[in-house]
């Protein structure tokens, strides 16, 4: 095995470490589309793994193939703790690559936790793919996002760098970065200072 094949680090953190598509079938369907469906928000997982019981005790596996849920990790800092949260792109939302006939409908549409399909009137409306596609890219984009425990507003205290203990005021959260810019009192004028996540903490 060449060195060449090996996966540098960096690269493997990126990966969306949890399985977002619930694989029901390995069949191919050419009418299959992708349809969005409504969902309790919080129980998203919980009511995919019922949606593939329901398609492999009702036979429609050639129909209901994968099942998507849209998520993105993100960095959190809590607590002047770095940790790695999975959180969901579309709350209570699920994509289901299906075959959308009456038996394949009424199988999905009458699982406990599913509130309806996504569309026009009474029909359900199947996703360009070019749209399903940006959802799966954005879902795997490189950079995880840092995700703020603060607000702007806020009180917190500086717990590293040359302003140590000093107490300050959220001004502005850069998520994408995971900088903050706080206004700290010094001299009795608030100054505007620039600081990461990891640098503050709630008071």
Do not use: C
């Not at 849209?70 to 809590?78: L, N, V, Y």
């Not at 289901?96 to 999905?108: G, K, N, P, Q, R």
Request: hydrophobic letters at 35%; charged letters at 30%; glycine letters at 6%.
């Amino acid at each position: 095995m060449t060195d060449q094949n090996i996966t540098p680090p960096e690269e493997q953190e990126v990966k969306v470490k949890t399985p977002n598509i619930i694989k029901i079938s390995e069949a191919k369907n050419k009418k299959a589309r992708w349809y969005v469906v409504h969902a309790h928000s919080g129980h998203e997982a919980k009511v995919a793994e019922m949606v593939k019981q329901r398609a492999e005790t009702l036979d429609l596996t050639d129909k209901i193939l994968e099942i998507l849920i849209p998520t993105q990790e993100k960095i959190q800092i809590k607590r002047g703790q770095k940790k790695t949260v999975t959180e969901k792109i579309f709350p209570g939302y699920m994509l289901i690559h299906m075959e959308l006939t009456d038996e394949s409908w009424l199988a999905v549409r009458t699982t406990q936790g599913i509130t309806g399909f996504v569309g026009v009137g009474n029909k359900p409306t199947p996703l360009p793919k070019h749209e399903v596609e940006a959802i799966k890219q954005y879902m795997t984009q490189a950079a995880p996002q840092y995700k703020a425990d603060y607000v702007e507003g806020e009180a917190v205290k500086i717990i590293d760098g040359p302003f140590t203990d000093f107490l300050a005021t959220v001004k502005s959260i850069d998520e994408e970065k995971g900088k903050v810019q706080v206004l700290v009192n010094i001299f009795g004028r608030e100054t505007p200072v620039d600081l990461d996540f990891l640098q503050i903490q709630k008071v």
